[in-house]
Structures are given as structure tokens and as C-alpha cells.
């Protein structure tokens, strides 16, 4: 389960210097951020639009065929 407290705990006892929060939920990504004892930046949050898969729109195929970054085959 997401334990956003205890991942930063842990992040930390590992000497972790920068936090990056990936794919967290809002409410979760406000506690992670307060549990950090570091500076914390956000490379992805979750959102409804894309059911909770935010990272799904760059691997969509819509997008890869509008920048032309198809492999050969692919469908």
C-alpha cells in the first residue's frame, strides 16, 4: 500500500538528499513532502483524466505517431 510517511523515512535514513515524489496522489504527495528533511521536487503526479496512470499519455500511441517516434512494426 502507499505509505508516503514511511517511504520518506526511509528515503531518509538512507542519506537521500533530493526527494523526487513519481506518481503519488495529491493528498499522499503533501504528506511525503512534509515528511521529507530534504529539498523535494514532483516529476509526476496521478490524475482522473488519465485513470490514475499519468505517465500512460507519453507512452500512448497517439502521441507517438504525432512525433513520429513509431518503431517499425508497431501498430
Given at each position: 500500500?502507499?505509505n508516503?510517511?514511511?517511504?520518506?523515512?526511509?528515503?531518509?535514513?538512507?542519506?537521500?538528499?533530493?526527494?523526487?515524489?513519481?506518481?503519488?496522489?495529491?493528498?499522499?504527495?503533501?504528506?511525503?513532502?512534509?515528511?521529507?528533511?530534504?529539498?523535494?521536487?514532483?516529476?509526476?503526479?496521478?490524475?482522473?483524466?488519465?485513470?490514475?496512470?499519468?505517465?500512460?499519455?507519453?507512452y500512448?500511441r497517439?502521441?507517438?505517431?504525432?512525433?513520429?517516434?513509431?518503431?517499425?512494426?508497431?501498430?
Amino acid at each position: 500500500m502507499c505509505n508516503p510517511k514511511f517511504q520518506a523515512r526511509i528515503l531518509a535514513e538512507k542519506g537521500t538528499e533530493l526527494f523526487i515524489s513519481c506518481g503519488l496522489c495529491v493528498g499522499h504527495d503533501a504528506i511525503f513532502n512534509a515528511s521529507c528533511p530534504g529539498p523535494v521536487t514532483t516529476l509526476v503526479v496521478k490524475d482522473r483524466l488519465l485513470a490514475h496512470n499519468p505517465l500512460g499519455a507519453i507512452y500512448s500511441r497517439y502521441w507517438k505517431r504525432k512525433l513520429g517516434i513509431m518503431e517499425e512494426g508497431e501498430v
